[in-house]
């Protein structure tokens, strides 16, 4: 609660010292108390700067308003601030609300975002570039890469001549038991060597199908190095599908 002037004057008056000077502690007091006094309550709990100077703005109304401090009438928009000879000291941004605050805060989440994919874009483009700085480059490792599917592919290819291989004797034998009843052992072996068979002969179309998708990924990878061994900046260049091997 602030100290009303008569107060003032009656505790100034006590502590007066010879000679007409005010103590200290009375005017201590005094300053403080004159200093909070009048403050408008919205303009001290926000973030508006209470400074000395002129402020000037005007209302929802159309008014010219001025003042010595913030402008309550103008916290939702700026306020001029100006030096005791009129000239422009700073703008003051209005006071924002909570929306218009989650808002600010949203955009500028998103704008870091954006600024953390460019560099990310640029980082990869340049590690692209180091590491392969021409299409001969490029073109031992994508064969590198398709020897690695097609050795896969030529391991399964043999394995199912292995499985073939041990399925003869199993067929004579069925041969030997025809019009009678097979031995459960003999039918168990004949079928774990089909489903080998089957399973070997599906993980060869995966195999396939990963040379087909390799290949597409390398097609990528040098039309977008093309652009980059052309001169385009690094970071610049859109990507139009996954690119691989940018580790430098």
């Known amino acids: 609660m602030a100290l009303q002037p008569s107060h003032l004057t009656r505790v100034a008056a006590t502590r007066r010292r010879p000679g007409g000077a005010l103590g200290c502690s009375a005017l201590a007091l005094a300053c403080l108390a004159g200093a909070g006094a009048g403050v408008p309550a919205w303009a001290q709990s926000s973030n508006m700067p209470l400074t000395t100077g002129i402020?000037?703005?005007i209302d929802d109304k159309g008014l010219k308003r001025t003042s010595d401090r913030p402008i309550a009438e103008c916290s939702d928009r700026e306020q001029r601030l100006l030096n005791r000879d009129g000239s422009l000291k700073k703008v003051v941004p209005p006071t924002l609300t909570p929306d218009e605050r989650a808002e600010r805060e949203a955009k500028e989440r998103k704008e870091a975002e954006e600024r953390a994919t460019l560099a990310d874009a640029v980082r990869r483009d340049r590690n692209l570039k180091a590491r392969f700085p021409n299409e001969a480059a490029h073109n031992r490792a994508r064969q590198g890469s398709l020897e690695v599917v097609r050795a896969s592919l030529r391991a399964s290819d043999q394995r199912i001549r292995e499985l073939e291989a041990e399925r003869k004797p199993l067929s004579e034998e069925v041969e030997f038991y025809r019009g009678r009843k097979m031995p459960a052992?003999?039918?168990?072996?004949?079928e774990a060597n089909e489903t080998s068979i089957a399973a070997q002969r599906e993980l060869m179309k995966n195999q396939e199908a990963e040379l087909v998708r390799v290949n597409r990924m390398y097609d990528l990878e040098l039309e977008h190095l093309r652009k980059l061994w052309n001169g385009a900046?690094?970071?610049?260049v859109s990507v139009a599908g996954p690119v691989v091997n940018t580790s430098p």
């Open 55 to 57: 402020y000037t703005c």
């Open 185 to 190: 052992r003999l039918k168990q072996q004949i």
């Open 233 to 236: 900046r690094p970071g610049s």
